[in-house]
């Protein structure tokens, strides 16, 4: 079953690899697995490839002999496959239920704010990130107690009704994805993975076994277009 | 494919008789090189419609999403990694790693171990470039230590670390001290035990000297891509089903235990994958661990991970993969408890 790898077929397997990242680079897909930060090396490692490929073709039309070439490089195709064939979404739902919904403690205590922090609420709900306020709800109680915000994610439903508005916090890749969640109260759960703004009163956090859960007392569910860049 | 078993990489001599009458216009590689093309071609066109209704299982695309992205987010670094060992393999002379290492090896390990802070990247960069550095003459202790350091005590690794412990200086301290011991413990434990063993594949020099240098450089870059590409694949795909399988709720149930809880951060650190530049992060997020645990992690993350194992097994043969896996990951683990207690 095994084919041998031929120079000129190594040489093809390598400008679809490379034009796969060149395309992910150019269409932004690329936002779904990496951080926006590694834009320019993949960019430059899809061309680097194009080019080794194509400076083979030239060069090697004026030699006669070829190597024999490793034969694992035909599992290069498995990726380049997926992309074309499964479209691999961004991480949502699914990801974000694999892992708990409790907030870690922040690594360094931020400065107590204190309430004024947020200024007079005459502008309405403040807009604010979903991995901020997952984390600040449950330990920056103060700051956070009787205010108003409006958070921008994706639908997580849990059981018995209840439902996380969601992000995904990449640091690097998809690999080290973690989900940021918060306890959405008062208002029916709309559809698995919906992008949605809601706006909401802070909400005494949820307790559960390994931690505490931030939670928001809804009053407005606004279905809204995933952003270009679906993580935090 | 009658050649198909002359044809093999990993036996370079065995096609260096037949390439004189196999020239790349043979009609069985124009037919391979159609078949694959229309493949190709065809997927990318009819691919989407033609599979529409096939994976659609959140679970699937789950791990598809995880697999290309350990993927995608490899590749440049493997692409860097090629690139500088097809560089040290033309360009720099053997005669250059003689003079500028120790004549000892056991003096050679140090060097090579501090000599890791340059190469800027994620572990997948540091395996070719290592290869390398064995086929232009260098000790393997001193090649394995490289190997070991490069990812871990890079000044991209140590400034990630500062950034996800803020206010913790120590912590960085204790993840380069603890890296740098274990390349180096690594690299002696090779000349103590390895040496003469017969289980490392020596990479091989395919190249004649009097090629052009260009042409070596080429040569061994596209080879060496193929081959650590492949094994990287694999790898990837390793990660992404472990990091959709393994539920992340059971770490809670041993966060209280020392012992415990270091080995079970060492083995998440083998199993997730995690871009060495990425690691603290995450480290930095399992607050319900100890810091040595934590320590663990990031120690052990660099040097052993599903990815790294399979393009290690690809490089240097599954014979050494087997051995010096399990090795670094219990002196990865034994110098962190130490390095942990001393210092926490």
């Known amino acids: 079953m095994v084919v041998v790898l031929k120079r000129n077929v190594a040489g093809l397997v390598i400008v679809f690899v490379g034009a796969a990242m060149v395309q992910l680079t150019t269409s932004g897909t690329y936002l779904r697995y990496v951080k926006p930060g590694m834009r320019w090396m993949l960019l430059a490692a899809g061309v680097v490839l194009i080019a080794l490929a194509v400076t083979d073709v030239v060069v090697r039309s004026r030699q006669t002999h070829d190597h024999g070439l490793p034969r694992a490089a035909w599992l290069l195709l498995v990726p380049v496959f997926a992309l074309l064939v499964v479209d691999p979404p961004a991480l949502g739902a699914d990801a974000a239920q694999r892992q708990s919904p409790v907030a870690a403690k922040p690594a360094k205590p931020a400065e107590p704010q204190g309430n004024a922090y947020w200024g007079d609420e005459s502008h309405g709900p403040k807009p604010i990130a979903v991995r901020d306020y997952s984390v600040w709800a449950v330990w920056e109680k103060e700051t956070m107690q009787g205010r108003s915000f409006q958070l921008t994610g994706f639908v997580t439903p849990a059981k018995n009704g209840v439902w996380y508005v969601t992000r995904i916090g990449l640091t690097c890749c998809v690999a080290d994805g973690t989900a940021f969640m918060v306890e959405a109260r008062g208002h029916a759960a709309p559809p698995k993975n919906q992008w949605i703004m809601v706006t909401g009163k802070w909400a005494e956090p949820t307790k559960r076994v390994d931690g505490d859960v931030a939670a928001l007392t809804v009053d407005t569910v606004k279905p809204v277009t995933a952003p270009v860049n679906p993580y935090e | ?344």
């Open chain 2, 1 to 344: 494919m009658t050649t198909a078993e002359q044809h093999t990489a990993e036996s370079p001599e065995s096609s260096e008789s037949s390439e004189s009458s196999e020239s790349s216009e043979s009609p069985g590689s124009s037919i391979a090189f159609t078949a694959t093309l229309v493949l190709l071609v065809g997927a990318a066109l009819f691919g989407r419609r033609v599979f529409a209704g096939w994976f659609t299982d959140d679970g699937i695309r789950t791990w598809a999403t995880m697999f290309v992205g350990v993927t995608v987010q490899a590749l440049p670094f493997l692409v860097l990694g090629v690139l500088l060992s097809a560089a040290l393999t033309a360009f720099v002379p053997a005669s250059f790693f003689a003079k500028a290492l120790p004549k000892h090896p056991a003096l050679a390990v140090p060097v090579a171990s501090a000599s890791g802070v340059v190469l800027p990247g994620c572990e997948c960069a540091s395996v070719p470039v290592s290869a390398a550095l064995m086929n232009r003459g260098v000790t393997p202790a001193a090649a394995i230590a490289f190997l070991l350091s490069a990812p871990a005590i890079n000044p991209v690794v140590l400034a990630s670390t500062a950034v996800a412990f803020p206010g913790q200086p120590k912590v960085v301290v204790a993840r380069a001290v603890t890296s740098l011991a274990v390349s180096m413990i690594l690299g002696w434990l090779w000349l103590l035990t390895g040496k003469g063993g017969s289980w490392l594949k020596m990479p091989k020099n395919r190249h004649a000297h009097d090629d052009p240098k260009f042409d070596v450089f080429r040569s061994a870059m596209l080879h060496d891509f193929l081959h650590a590409g492949g094994f990287l694949v694999v790898g990837a795909a390793a990660a992404a089903t472990l990091n959709v399988v393994v539920p992340r709720a059971w770490l809670d149930h041993v966060a209280g235990n020392l012992l415990l809880s270091v080995v079970i951060l060492g083995l998440l650190a083998v199993l997730l994958a995690i871009c060495s530049e990425a690691d603290a992060f995450v480290a930095a997020s399992l607050t319900q661990f100890s810091l040595t645990a934590r320590l663990a992690f990031m120690v052990v993350g660099p040097i052993v991970d599903v990815k790294l194992i399979a393009l290690q097994t690809g490089t240097f043969g599954p014979k050494f993969a087997v051995r010096f896996a399990p090795a670094t990951f219990v002196v990865a683990l034994l110098a962190s408890l130490l390095i942990g207690w001393w210092l926490f």
